[in-house]
């Protein structure tokens, strides 16, 4: 049973918005820090957002700061990704992650399949 599923990728216009979602099963959610990845095409794949498990504190990469809110519902267990002003070079295979024990950048051991994200000029 794979404990993350994403959803909500597609593909968008510049300056259009997309909002990724992120169903977590079989996990205690509220222990676990949450992230948002992705993986370009040829790249590496990089932390994008991040947000600690009662939602207190988060963290964006500075290319997305100001256009992305990540956000998280320990009820529903889902964490999601609102994605406004999006840009070409935010196309990307998105992944969410769920970790434990280095916020926000390491630590992490469970993944979503990924999501794609298409932003066309």
């Known amino acids: 049973q794979v404990p993350l599923v994403e959803s909500g990728g597609g593909q968008v216009q510049a300056g259009g918005s997309l909002r990724l979602s992120c169903a977590a099963s079989g996990l205690a959610f509220d222990t676990f820090y949450m992230g948002w990845f992705r993986q370009a095409q040829g790249k590496e794949r990089v932390l994008v957002a991040a947000?600690?498990?009662?939602?207190?504190?988060?963290y964006y990469v500075d290319s997305v700061l100001g256009r992305f809110t990540i956000s998280r519902d320990n009820v529903e267990k889902t964490v999601s990704l609102r994605m406004n002003s999006l840009k070409p070079e935010d196309s990307a295979v998105y992944y969410c992650a769920a970790g434990q024990k280095n916020f926000p950048i390491g630590g992490y051991n469970y993944w979503g399949q990924g999501t794609q994200v298409m932003v066309s000029s």
């Open positions: 947000i600690s498990g009662r939602g207190g504190n988060s």
